[in-house]
């Protein structure tokens, strides 16, 4: 529920919500943020043009809650409300996400087969050179076999940070395992979904505050799909 990307027009003073971190005496830490993205691409996947996708943040010792939303210019484009419960410690992770998305059922509708959430698992390590993150749908929109069994759609995702030409630059591919239709409708069991890398520069507007602008481009070997997005984050 990662989710990427762009769609620039107007429209600032909307995302008057640049970052903000609260600390606490107990070391809670808070943030809110917000992306303005000229697509919304994720996972290979095309989801919806020009986007504003905010998000919050809570965390304690480890422990976090986030909400993260994607909302479209556009009447046609898909909303979307995520909300992630995760752990981490070092470079390891683990968490479950809720994606919700709007084009069919209500947000309250849960029955097995009558529901637009779906239920993620992750578990994942970031080794500095590189992170390794495995997903599984684990309820809800699990995803479907060509047979209509569940096929619990999993997406093993590899990113390696690097610094080049004075940018901050993201490589990274992902891909689906086995069959199922949750990635790019595949039905062919393993497939290679994304394969994209991101450059990321800091925009110094003052002193204190900097804008991160940052560009990537995108490729979908399984569906011969390609994008380039472009992005700010406040």
């Not at 909302?71 to 968490?95: M, P």
Request: aromatic share 16%; glycine share 12%; with cysteine.
């Amino acid at each position: 529920m990662e989710r990427l990307l762009v769609k620039m027009t107007m429209m600032l003073s909307v995302v008057t919500a640049s970052s903000v971190s609260v600390y606490a005496q107990d070391k809670v830490e808070a943030k809110i943020a917000a992306d303005w993205v000229s697509g919304y691409v994720w996972r290979g996947q095309d989801l919806g043009n020009v986007s504003i996708q905010p998000s919050v943040s809570v965390g304690y010792k480890g422990l976090s809650l986030s909400a993260w939303g994607s909302v479209g210019f556009e009447k046609s484009d898909t909303k979307e409300f995520d909300l992630t419960l995760g752990y981490g410690i070092g470079g390891f992770s683990v968490s479950v996400t809720d994606y919700w998305f709007n084009n069919r059922e209500g947000y309250f509708h849960y029955g097995a087969h009558n529901t637009m959430h779906t239920f993620e698992a992750q578990i994942g390590y970031d080794f500095g050179f590189l992170s390794v993150n495995w997903y599984t749908n684990f309820a809800g929109n699990v995803g479907y076999t060509a047979e209509g069994n569940r096929a619990y759609a999993s997406y093993i995702a590899l990113k390696a940070p690097f610094r080049l030409g004075g940018l901050n630059w993201l490589a990274g591919v992902g891909a689906t395992p086995w069959e199922n239709d949750f990635y790019n409708g595949g039905k062919n069991g393993f497939a290679v979904c994304e394969i994209g890398v991101k450059a990321t520069k800091e925009l110094r507007i003052t002193d204190s505050w900097t804008l991160p602008i940052f560009a990537q481009a995108l490729w979908n070997p399984a569906t011969e799909g390609a994008y380039f997005v472009a992005g700010l984050s406040f």
